[in-house]
């Protein structure tokens, strides 16, 4: 297979540059590159833009050595050699002229198995495949540690912004109780315009739509999906838990309209759609800490004073609570090709190094940790509820919660005509005991609608 | 010397554990910790609360092998045994049953001398001293590299917030234009509480120093040479250039009035304190891209859309911006024992873990870079005016911004008796226009006094 960047050789070269690299030898790494669509050609054009950086500062040429596609016929853009591209990705696994594999294929299959394949001869992989990891990402780590050598996704979870190394290294020694993020642009960019405009989730679905944030069938982001898989590989990372996409409780943002978006503010708070994991401690019979995790994806009213509030359109943020570090925010930029791209680059020099080393990142290891049904979650809750304006319907309505011994935080009342809405917010409760309290508020003859119910962070 | 956790047997010691790291045996690390105040009296706690977690999920066992003080008899209060403690530092860099060395002694030296001599013992070293780093760096960086082992700082910039791991890192392969931050925690908890509570400066300043936020000479912090030791260590780790603290222009916040603020609020913005790193492209003959850095530290008015204005009270932050991974945050922490602590733990567990498997993080190389001065950099301007309140001032005033090329933005006037207060914001011009406009500004009759006057960021 021709190289990219012609001229250098045979695998392993070295060479004199003028610039200084700490030891003035270059070393190159050839990448094979699973798909080539927006991310892929992404990478290929910063590889063509910051080669001769990179090496600069490393002492590393990165050359494409091969660029496995669906089909080869297609026009790829300029600066990429025909001869690169192979329909073939099977051979490229297996090519011992490449050192180095990433993924941007997307999907299950064939990526997972390309990627053990490449595991296997001992290539480090870096891949963007969210839904693969958070479905057989225990597969692939297993992979990985018995081959040792890396398997790199910093570009799965949030793209741009580096989430998975800070969990992964810089908070291994940190006691993290909670990771929460907005790791969904468009649901982000619908619920902002909703809230900035006034508009209609409807009416701002279809500009997302129009504005290429959102998809056709916008399904696998507005139902919580795609945070979901997040959510399981965060979930993952900061627990060493081993936790899959089907482990994650979720909810959309398809149900949120104007008016709850409006009463939110009123109260103080925006409503961000969250994927959260969370460790719990739980008291074990010899007295030791033993703990469950528990990973939900839902709309939230989340108080203006939080740093999550002030997120604003297509961006993302991920929000980490440690015993010693305290919170933390990252925030940047979740999804798109160049974003993506970017954390694929910079997991691809660190996996180029460590080859050239010949170590490798271990997976931190971690012990199986009960996953706690969202029944059994606690939270803060914003109930809404349509009831006759007439004397005695609050001590009836305040009876059920007291029931179900569901605190009320405060309350709020509106007239509506010969309609009164009553506005809850509840102090902590257990998923259960509000559920359990809105079906019989809903059966009350009292009470004419249940509206949104929310959860609260503050 | 006696070891921290017993009956662990000798260096080296192998053991079963019934938890699963990956390849089930146990390695021990022993530490040599230089100083135990704040940050190392955390450490300690941490390793004594977090070990078996740790071993848990890295099957690195960290053990405290000796801790260097100034004196041995003050009580480190209980689980520190007495045995582990000595005031011979340079006996414990050179314990061939010292594997990894923590330097939280801070200062120049005897930290520099410690730390070189470790180095040179191939020992990896993790240091929280910015003092040193911002003045030393690139002599302890080549002393690493030359041993070709681990010099990690991570707490050294921002404490918690992980910041130098991702610019080294994960931004390796980005091209990074910028990197602002809030970086000192004493100025914004000033600043803030003069925003929000229209607290005076010297106000501010004592509530922030009978809460401990500020020492009694307050010095470093709030005339920016903290943040400004703080700036030319990202400086040098973003762009890889060699960036001391000598090369930083700084001012302080003791000028800032409440009025300033109160302007700056009314006009949409926030004032904070922000250390700027930033890269210039400048043409060369050849026509080949170069560049400049520009570091410095100031009072700034940031537009309160920007993530930056919404980081409050003691939080810090830092903003980066690359040509693909966009704008990107890194909030938390930047200050205190245990978020300082939690940031060397995790660069103790990476050095450790690369020690056992006999690697290293190479520090990424550069070419040097020129720095530009700060009268060449540019930026917008807020400026001040209190000006003769009769026909043809403004007109007057308007023409020394024109005279000097300097293009007004925005004009705002205010009646102020028989005086009338006018207050500018610019657009992008160099610091020696703006600093000639003021000179003959304050030069005319009908200027009777010149403002603060803030660079803006937007």
């Known amino acids: 297979m021709n190289s990219f960047r012609g001229g250098t050789g045979g695998r392993d070269s070295l060479r004199q540059v003028s610039t200084e690299p700490a030891d003035a030898q270059v070393r190159?790494?050839?990448?094979?590159?699973?798909?080539?669509?927006?991310?892929?050609?992404?990478?290929?054009?910063?590889?063509?833009?910051?080669?001769?950086?990179?090496?600069?500062?490393?002492?590393?040429?990165?050359?494409?050595?091969?660029?496995?596609?669906?089909?080869?016929?297609?026009?790829?853009?300029?600066?990429?050699?025909?001869?690169?591209?192979?329909?073939?990705?099977?051979?490229?696994?297996?090519?011992?002229?490449?050192?180095?594999?990433?993924?941007?294929?997307?999907?299950?299959?064939?990526?997972?198995?390309?990627?053990?394949?490449?595991?296997?001869?001992?290539?480090?992989?870096?891949?963007?495949?969210?839904?693969?990891?958070?479905?057989?990402?225990?597969?692939?780590?297993?992979?990985?540690?018995?081959?040792?050598?890396?398997?790199?996704?910093?570009?799965?979870?949030?793209?741009?912004?580096?989430?998975?190394?800070?969990?992964?290294?810089?908070?291994?020694?940190?006691?993290?109780?909670?990771?929460?993020?907005?790791?969904?642009?468009?649901?982000?960019?619908?619920?902002?315009?909703?809230?900035?405009?006034?508009?209609?989730?409807?009416?701002?679905?279809?500009?997302?739509?129009?504005?290429?944030?959102?998809?056709?069938?916008?399904?696998?982001?507005?139902?919580?999906?795609?945070?979901?898989?997040?959510?399981?590989?965060?979930?993952?990372?900061?627990?060493?838990?081993?936790?899959?996409?089907?482990?994650?409780?979720?909810?959309?943002?398809?149900?949120?309209?104007?008016?709850?978006?409006?009463?939110?503010?009123?109260?103080?708070?925006?409503i961000k759609l969250l994927a959260i994991a969370e460790r719990f401690e739980t008291e074990s019979g010899s007295g030791a800490s033993e703990y469950e995790i528990g990973v939900r994806v839902h709309p939230a009213m989340v108080a203006n004073e939080h740093p999550l509030a002030s997120v604003r359109g297509s961006f993302n943020a991920v929000f980490v609570e440690g015993a010693d570090a305290g919170e933390l925010m990252f925030y940047g930029r979740g999804a798109g090709g160049r974003p993506t791209a970017s954390a694929v680059l910079g997991d691809l020099i660190d996996a180029a190094g460590n080859k050239i080393r010949e170590t490798y990142h271990p997976v931190p290891g971690g012990p199986a940790v009960p996953i706690r049904p969202i029944d059994d979650q606690s939270s803060a809750y914003y109930l809404n509820l349509e009831v006759a304006d007439a004397p005695g319907v609050l001590a009836e309505v305040a009876g059920v919660f007291g029931a179900h011994e569901v605190s009320i935080r405060s309350m709020e009342q509106e007239g509506l005509g010969d309609e009164a809405r009553l506005v809850f917010v509840t102090h902590e409760a257990t998923e259960r005991d509000i559920q359990s309290t809105l079906a019989d508020l809903a059966a009350l003859d009292a009470v004419h609608g249940v509206g949104t119910m929310l959860r609260v962070i503050s």
């Not at 001769?52 to 590393?60: L, N, P, S």
């Not at 669906?70 to 192979?86: C, E, H, M, P, W």
Request: proline content about 2%; some cysteine; glycine content about 10%.
């Open 28 to 270: 190159t790494i050839r990448v094979g590159l699973l798909g080539c669509g927006t991310v892929g050609g992404a990478l290929v054009e910063m590889l063509g833009e910051r080669g001769d950086d990179i090496e600069a500062r490393t002492g590393i040429r990165l050359e494409i050595g091969a660029i496995a596609v669906r089909s080869a016929s297609k026009n790829r853009g300029s600066g990429l050699s025909g001869d690169l591209l192979t329909t073939d990705a099977r051979a490229v696994v297996a090519d011992p002229d490449i050192d180095v594999i990433v993924e941007v294929i997307g999907g299950i299959e064939p990526a997972r198995e390309l990627i053990l394949a490449a595991l296997a001869n001992r290539k480090p992989v870096i891949t963007a495949n969210k839904e693969l990891l958070a479905n057989c990402g225990q597969e692939l780590a297993d992979a990985a540690a018995a081959a040792r050598t890396d398997l790199l996704f910093e570009a799965a979870a949030a793209a741009a912004i580096p989430i998975i190394r800070p969990l992964r290294e810089s908070l291994l020694g940190e006691d993290v109780s909670r990771v929460m993020g907005i790791v969904n642009g468009t649901t982000n960019y619908i619920l902002t315009q909703m809230t900035e405009l006034g508009a209609d989730y409807a009416d701002a679905l279809t500009e997302a739509q129009n504005l290429g944030y959102a998809e056709r069938d916008p399904t696998a982001d507005v139902e919580g999906y795609d945070a979901g898989a997040k959510a399981a590989i965060m979930a993952s990372i900061a627990f060493g838990a081993k936790v899959a996409a089907g482990d994650v409780y979720h909810e959309g943002i398809s149900n949120i309209s104007a008016a709850d978006i409006a009463f939110a503010n009123r109260l103080g708070y925006q």
